[in-house]
């Protein structure tokens, strides 16, 4: 067999779960930030289509802990409210039971400004020790090796720049999911249009966050 050439003839590629992620949380004052939403939605490479929806949906709210409650200002921007938590669980219980729930390897995560979920699941990897384990591909970084010189690469602005529906629930975490979807398929298009990547492994080198919980030799798609 001769080198793959487009991304899509690529066996890895098409065999992979991409399970796009996102995070809602509190940011206490003088402590990490605490997670009180998250979401997933998986996509799968078909013929002629590029990754589409698989049917894995998961969404959760969770009770933060007593030193970081949710605050005025988070239900301003997110529209949860302190009531909307209580009677959660706790974070530690939810991502167990997303871990669990996890669809079989080979899956890797992708989210927007992918720091922010790796931390989390960084600081819960005794939890959820594959997800912990994934790397994250993040659309920041596949915008910008697919359009340089944009001023911005926040989720508002290529939401804008793109004409993506910008979701009805802003800032809640399926809501973002959705939209850093269909950002997920445009980027990718657009990556496989130009010949920037040609493998999965070269999109994963060049775009994915390795995950800390992970030593370099054990880096894989689970």
Do not use: N
């Not at 911005?152 to 802003?170: A, K, M, N, V, W």
Request: proline content about 11%.
């Amino acid at each position: 067999m001769g080198p793959v050439t487009h991304l899509a003839e690529d066996p890895e590629f098409q065999q992979t779960h991409f399970v796009v992620i996102d995070f809602e949380g509190t940011t206490p004052t003088g402590h990490s930030p605490e997670p009180i939403e998250v979401a997933c939605l998986g996509l799968r490479h078909q013929p002629g289509q590029g990754p589409q929806p698989t049917g894995f949906r998961w969404e959760s709210l969770m009770r933060p802990p007593a030193h970081a409650p949710v605050t005025p200002a988070d239900t301003a921007q997110m529209g949860i409210r302190p009531e909307d938590v209580a009677g959660r669980p706790p974070a530690g219980e939810v991502l167990a039971r997303l871990d669990a729930d996890l669809p079989d390897a080979p899956t890797l995560l992708v989210a927007h400004s992918a720091a922010v979920e790796a931390g989390f699941l960084y600081r819960y990897r005794q939890h959820c020790t594959r997800l912990a384990m994934l790397p994250v591909l993040d659309t920041i970084r596949m915008a910008r090796l697919a359009h340089p010189g944009l001023p911005r690469y926040s989720l508002d602005t290529l939401i804008d720049h793109f004409g993506l529906p910008r979701p009805e629930q802003r800032h809640r975490a399926m809501g973002d999911v959705e939209v850093t979807a269909l950002l997920f398929q445009r980027l990718l298009a657009d990556l496989a249009r130009t010949g920037a990547v040609t493998t999965l492994a070269a999109l994963a080198r060049q775009c994915a966050r390795p995950p800390k919980a992970a030593e370099p030799e054990q880096l894989t798609f689970g």
